[in-house]
């Protein structure tokens, strides 16, 4: 009862995307606490250094559980996360880490539980 009672509460907070970015060897790690928009959506707005660096790349995105499809870009926006956080069951104040390799052109997205902080 108390897992539907905390998940009503989270669906109706609205809680704003945060993004913050490091570049790793051979890539771009993007930090990112999960908002309403992005969950809803499955797309986020990325910094035009990563834009840069994504370009015209499909790629193929994984998590823990395996397969997700792919991610790319439509102008400044990073689409083709829903399917990684449906699998995870990511809600809207989780935070995930999605780390993109520019060398093996793969992403990995890495839901961060209490436990892992």
């Known amino acids: 009862m108390a897992i539907t009672s905390a998940r009503k509460v989270a669906l109706r907070s609205q809680v704003q995307n945060r993004v913050a970015?490091?570049?790793p060897n051979g890539g771009i790690q993007l930090s990112i606490t999960?908002?309403?928009a992005l969950r809803d959506?499955?797309?986020v707005s990325i910094s035009a250094r990563v834009k840069r660096l994504i370009a015209d790349r499909l790629l193929p995105i994984t998590s823990d559980l395996g397969?997700?499809?792919n991610l790319g870009l439509s102008n400044s926006m990073l689409y083709g996360l829903s399917s990684a956080m449906n699998a995870l069951e990511v809600m809207p104040g989780d935070d995930i880490i999605v780390d993109i390799d520019l060398i093996e052109n793969t992403a990995f997205l890495h839901l961060i539980d209490e436990s892992d902080a």
């Open 41 to 43: 959506s499955g797309v």
């Open 34 to 36: 999960v908002g309403n």
């Open 67 to 69: 397969p997700h499809g």
């Open 21 to 23: 970015t490091s570049y």
